[in-house]
């Protein structure tokens, strides 16, 4: 058994992405992973898991503490039981540091109920959540929970149906933090599609590539301030945030919580007046390093 408890030689990363491991296949595993405690990196993306494998999964996650990542994307069962099941059991889990949930039909109720385990949860740090047609209302839940959380440093929410009532909902609740200062620029091109001659392999892809983004700032090792920019940092398709200038005085609240430093709205409906509420709580920000707001209809009045 891949998963027994005590191996001779305990596996630390197991992928089987891509996989026709289905219902049963995904039963099994969830079912070894409540007593094994050498599996730190799960990735069961495309295994087409339905709803009885996934709410094993968020069984084990309750009582498994060694896990620090798991990759359930595009698992798309017809109904979101599944992933919902996920969600709560994130509000009681130690040990995941990265949860993605990308292409899992959870849909706006789904965003709603991990917002709430996000409220509780001290421990996750990288969210992903592309492709799962969650709405404003969705993003409104996981902004209230951003308030009070203080841990989440990425959110991944690309290729979703967030309108400017998500953006003014993540405006208000970036203004928890302190003062940021903004360099870069907006990407070209901020209309729905994508751009000729700038192109993306998928959205299940984000994790990876919001890691090659940002490597050059090592969030993942955040400290009470964001680290400096590099000279060879990219700038497109991030709002590239450098830390404040030597000498720059921050409230004594924002030095000792991390917040969040990853945000991605790529493809979505933010337009300008979400790109306003958005900046407006960058005014007092601190902690944000990159956002991704590319494709989301973006003109001249809110650049």
């Known amino acids: 058994m891949l998963l027994h408890p005590t191996p001779p030689c305990p596996a630390q990363d197991l992928d089987l992405s891509s996989n026709k491991l289905g219902d049963a296949g995904g039963t099994v595993l969830a079912t070894a992973l409540r007593d094994n405690r050498a599996l730190l990196r799960l990735r069961l993306a495309d295994c087409s898991l339905g709803v009885d494998a996934l709410q094993l999964l968020a069984t084990a996650i309750e009582v498994n503490t060694t896990l620090t990542h798991l990759d359930v994307s595009g698992n798309n069962p017809h109904r979101n039981a599944g992933v919902m099941s996920l969600c709560c059991a994130v509000g009681s889990n130690t040990g995941l540091r990265t949860l993605n949930i990308a292409d899992t039909g959870m849909r706006t109720d789904g965003a709603v109920t991990m917002a709430a385990a996000l409220r509780t949860n001290r421990y996750l740090r990288q969210l992903y959540m592309q492709e799962n047609r969650v709405e404003s209302r969705g993003v409104e839940a996981l902004a209230g929970a951003l308030t009070v959380n203080g841990v989440l440093e990425v959110l991944d929410l690309e290729c979703n149906h967030v309108t400017y ?110 790109l306003l509420a958005i900046a407006a709580g960058l005014q007092e920000n601190s902690t944000l390093i990159a956002l991704n707001l590319d494709f989301n209809g973006i003109t001249s009045g809110g650049a």
């Open 165 to 274: 009532e998500g953006g003014e909902a993540m405006g208000r609740a970036l203004k928890v933090r302190a003062v940021a200062y903004l360099s870069g620029k907006l990407s070209e091109g901020n209309a729905r599609g994508r751009r000729k001659g700038y192109t993306y392999v998928g959205c299940r892809n984000m994790c990876t590539r919001a890691m090659a983004a940002v490597q050059p700032y090592s969030y993942a090792h955040s400290t009470s301030s964001p680290p400096p920019r590099t000279p060879d940092a990219p700038v497109r398709p991030w709002i590239l945030l450098p830390p404040p200038l030597p000498g720059s005085p921050l409230p004594s609240r924002t030095q000792t919580n991390t917040g969040l430093r990853v945000l991605s709205l790529w493809d979505n409906g933010v337009g300008d007046k979400g």
